[in-house]
Nanobody, 120 residues
Framework: EVQLVESGGDLVQPGGSLRLSCVASGFTFSHSDMSWVRQAPGKDFEWVSSIPLGGVGSVYADSVLGRFTISRDNTRNTLYLQLNSLKPEDTAMYYC?????????????RGQGTQVTVSS
């Protein structure tokens, strides 16, 4: 059974930073591309970033390009998302996702999410 457990979300001021983590189990993490998606209140799921199984060649949504960095540690079965220069519009529940997917409608293998709130 695929299990993904996110952590690291918090309340942060605009311009601040956070590092999200996702610990994976129930599948061979090093053999799987991974992604992050987010869902703001009252809005659809939005793809944020994806990383290949080898960690090279990540891609980002235009809305986060240059501010967010996805990474992974295959020895620890852990996926990360570094969030810098946070804006109020980044406020959302952030989900770790197994695979290279935009997770339309939330229909994907994802964790329970971690809440990021950007507010002064």
């Amino acid at each position: 059974e695929v299990q993904l457990v996110e952590s690291g979300g918090d309340l942060v001021q605009p311009g601040g930073s956070l590092r999200l983590s996702c610990v994976a189990s129930g599948f061979t993490f090093s053999h799987s591309d991974m992604s992050w998606v987010r869902q703001a209140p009252g809005k659809d799921f939005e793809w944020v970033s994806s990383i290949p199984l080898g960690g090279v060649g990540s891609v980002y949504a235009d809305s986060v390009l240059g501010r967010f960095t996805i990474s992974r540690d295959n020895t620890r079965n852990t996926l990360y998302l570094q969030l810098n220069s946070l804006k109020p519009e980044d406020t959302a529940m952030y989900y770790c996702v197994k695979g290279w997917t935009e997770c339309f409608g939330g229909n994907c293998a994802r964790g329970q999410g971690t809440q990021v709130t950007v507010s002064s």
